[in-house]
């Protein structure tokens, strides 16, 4: 069957991500109750409706001695809009995560791509393992943005241009870079979604440093702000001990 688009669709471009909780069953009263079945046995479940902020010692507790088990018992699903190089950086996290993405085989492909924005660092100094990102000068941030333009344009111009012709959607894209616009939903637990953020996102409380790609780390503060308003006893405790996840 052939695909002709109804007109040839013109290119947009972001610099940014967006990350939206859609669905989540996540407290800090989560953590209390898988922990205190230890102990309590089946008198744990009171914990369910017991205030959190009473028991915050034990959360600390768990996170210091690094007692990770208490913290999978919880599940957040967030839907997230990015460029294709971010996840595939992100599908390298494979313990307690579960994945489904948009396909190119199965529905024609947006044309929005990812362009750096201006507060973006471009340009990287010194030798593998020891680098540091510095800004892009002027001259710098106007190749970037419009060498990246014109490949885009020329990518989907050349992908349409095959669906036309009746070439298959799984065929065709293969012609798209990888700062294409895809979306996925993405579920976790706490434990899960800390090993996340200690290794994809820099803080001044981590005891390890880390290096993430900045538009991955973007990603992963936006989904660390909706998960501090949902369990914000469990996000103090791993600030506070170093971002480490137990």
């Known amino acids: ?8 669709e013109k290119a947009s471009f972001r610099s940014d991500v967006t990350v939206e909780l859609v669905k989540h069953s996540a407290a800090d009263s989560d953590v209390l109750w898988a922990a205190r079945v230890s102990t309590a046995g089946e008198q744990s479940l009171e914990e369910i409706t017991k205030d959190p902020e009473r028991s915050k010692g034990l959360i600390n507790f768990l996170m210091r001695d690094r007692h990770g ?37 199965y529905r024609r492909l947006e044309p929005v791509f990812y362009v750096p924005g201006e507060a973006r660092k471009l340009v990287q100094q010194g030798r593998p393992g020891k680098y540091e990102f510095v800004e892009g000068t002027a001259a710098q ?20 241009e095959m669906l036309a ?22 579920t976790c637990n706490a434990r899960s979604l800390m ?25 992963g503060e936006k989904m660390e702000a909706h998960w501090a308003g949902l369990m914000p006893l469990t996000h103090a405790a791993f600030n506070a001990g170093g971002r480490v996840a137990p």
């Open 195 to 219: 090993h996340f953020l200690g290794l994809r996102t820099q803080h001044e409380q981590a005891a390890v440093p880390s290096f993430p790609q900045r538009e991955i780390e973007m990603v």
């Open 165 to 186: 012709a009746g070439v298959a959607r799984e065929v065709a894209r293969a012609v798209l870079p990888v700062g294409l616009f895809s979306s996925m939903y993405a």
């Open 1 to 8: 069957m052939t695909e002709i688009p109804a007109e040839i």
């Open 141 to 160: 941030q106007e190749l970037t943005g419009r060498v990246m333009e014109d490949a885009y344009r020329h990518a989907y111009e050349a992908y349409q």
């Open 69 to 105: 088990s208490p913290f999978e018992h919880n599940s957040m699903t967030f839907f997230i809009s990015a460029p294709i190089f971010v996840f595939r950086e992100f599908m390298r996290h494979r313990v307690g995560w579960s994945y489904n993405e948009e396909s190119g085989r």
